[in-house]
């Protein structure tokens, strides 16, 4: 017999955290400039986006270590993509933001029980990993370009 959790289920098991929530958002504007050639400053994105500076720096290093963005000095500086947009997929930012988290091997259940619990999260995580792998900042630009015409509004 399956059990059904989904009348009462109103948590969330992933997290999205500010730093994930704004690198995204960074990302995303990054993809959707018109020239790539020509870098967008933290600044910049901070003030579209609302996200405080000194934070956006921080996931900004990260992501540059990661190789998904280059940085450009001088007056003309600022940040691009180091990859297409098409390339760069929410499970890949997550990996970079969040860091790698271990799970526990099956190898370690110590009873039948813990062991079922460990298959089952191994499930979920697996299939949380193939949901963030099929997004990407392409397709999050695509969507959100689409919402914003269907929102528009036309006042005569």
């Not at 370690?108 to 900042?137: C, D, G, M, P, R």
């Amino acid at each position: 017999m399956a059990l059904d959790v989904s009348d009462n289920c109103s948590h969330t098991l992933l997290e999205l955290t500010a730093k994930l929530e704004y690198a995204l958002l960074a990302l995303m504007e990054l993809a959707s400039h018109p020239d790539s050639k020509s870098p967008l400053t933290i600044s910049e994105i901070s003030t579209r986006h609302l996200i405080p500076e000194r934070y956006l720096e921080q996931i900004f290093t990260l992501l540059r270590r990661g190789g998904m963005l280059q940085s450009q000095r001088g007056a003309k500086g600022g940040y691009t993509l180091s990859k297409e947009p098409w390339q760069v997929t929410v499970l890949d930012v997550i990996a970079l933001v969040e860091g790698d988290r271990k799970s526990k091997k099956l190898g370690n259940a110590a009873s039948v029980e813990q062991e079922l619990v460990y298959e089952i999260w191994q499930k979920a995580n697996s299939n949380f990993q193939v949901a963030l792998s099929q997004y990407t900042l392409h397709d999050l630009c695509q969507h959100r370009d689409l919402r914003k015409q269907e929102n528009h509004m036309y006042y005569i």
